[in-house]
Each structure stands twice: as structure tokens, then as C-alpha cells.
């Protein structure tokens, strides 16, 4: 299983869909059953949403460096 860190870490590759299909299914299982990875993911797509889709995965600068470090503190890993 993989770990709330790691999931957090390959978030945007899972979005892009560029992650291995058995990385794949792992990180969804642990999404199944954690709220927090599962509430980050729904946020990050919302917030490329807004952005476009035009942009793969543009955000503006900094966001990404907060939005992790917000994540490190929640998650205390
Ligand atoms: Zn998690």
C-alpha cells in the first residue's frame, strides 16, 4: 500500500494519467479509503479546472510549494 506522501507526491502524474497502471491501482485503493489524499485530489482537480485545460498543470507561482507544504503539516509525515 502506498503511503498518503507518496500519493501526494505523484498526485499530478496521476492526474496527467502518467503513472504505471499497478501505481496506478494503488494509489486509487489508498483514495478509496483516505479521506485527506481523496479531498486533496478533488481539489487539485477543481483548481485545474479553473486554470484551464489548455494548461496541463500550470498553477500559478508558489501555489504548488504551498499547497505541499500545507499537506507535509496536515499530514505530519
Ligand atoms: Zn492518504
Redesign the pocket.
Known amino acids: 500500500m502506498v ?2 506522501h507518496e ?2 507526491r505523484e498526485l499530478s502524474n496521476y492526474i496527467d494519467r502518467d503513472v504505471d497502471p499497478r501505481l496506478r491501482a494503488e494509489i486509487e485503493a ?2 478509496a479509503q ?1 479521506r ?2 481523496s479531498m486533496v485530489l478533488d481539489t487539485t482537480r477543481k483548481m485545474l479546472y479553473i486554470v484551464g485545460d489548455d494548461r496541463v498543470f500550470e498553477v500559478p507561482a508558489g501555489f504548488s510549494q504551498r499547497l505541499h507544504a500545507a499537506l507535509a503539516k496536515g ?1 505530519g509525515a
Request: aromatic share 0%; net charge positive; proline share 0%.
Open positions: 503511503s498518503c500519493v501526494l489508498h483514495l483516505c485527506r489524499c499530514i
